[in-house]
C-alpha cells in the first residue's frame, strides 16, 4: 500500500496550491482517517488537516483556518488539501497520512500508512 502526495512547489506568498495524496492501486482509503501534516527544517512535525470518512469529523490547525480546506474523492481515493492565502510559515515538507483510528492527528504518531513528502515553499 502506497499513498502518493503531489501538488507542491515554489510559489509566492498570497498564491495558492492544491496537494493531491492519492492511494496506490487496489487499495481503498474507505476506513481510513486521512491527514496533510508538515514539517518545516528544525521544526517538529505537525497535523495540519484531518478528515475521517465515517462520520465526516475534521480538524484543522488554527493557524490555517480559513486558508486550507481538507476534501476528499473516495471515488478515486483521494484527499486533497487546498491551500489558499500561503505563507511563508507555510514553507515546510508536506506528508500525507492515513489511520483507522489510533493515529494522532496532532503528532502524526501511531499513524500507519505514510506518503513520501511534497515540498512546499513560500518565498517571495
Known amino acids: 500500500v502506497q499513498l502518493q502526495a503531489s501538488g507542491g512547489g515554489l510559489v509566492q506568498p498570497g498564491d495558492s496550491l492544491r496537494l493531491s495524496c492519492a492511494a496506490s492501486?487496489?487499495?481503498?482509503?474507505?476506513?481510513?482517517?486521512m491527514c496533510w501534516f508538515r514539517q518545516a527544517p528544525g521544526k517538529k512535525r505537525e497535523g495540519v488537516s484531518c478528515?475521517?470518512?465515517?462520520?465526516?469529523?475534521?480538524y484543522i490547525k488554527e493557524s490555517v483556518k480559513g486558508r486550507f480546506t481538507i476534501s476528499r474523492d473516495d471515488a478515486k481515493d483521494t484527499v486533497y488539501l487546498q491551500m489558499n492565502s500561503l505563507k511563508p510559515e507555510d514553507t515546510a515538507l508536506y506528508y500525507c497520512?492515513?489511520?483507522?483510528?489510533?493515529?494522532?492527528?496532532?503528532?502524526?504518531?501511531?499513524?500507519?500508512?505514510w506518503g513520501q513528502g511534497t515540498q512546499v515553499t513560500v518565498s517571495s
Open positions: 492501486s487496489g487499495f481503498s482509503l474507505d476506513y481510513y482517517a
Open positions: 497520512a492515513a489511520d483507522r483510528g489510533y493515529g494522532n492527528w496532532i503528532s502524526g504518531a501511531d499513524f500507519e500508512i
Open positions: 478528515i475521517r470518512r465515517s462520520d465526516g469529523h475534521t
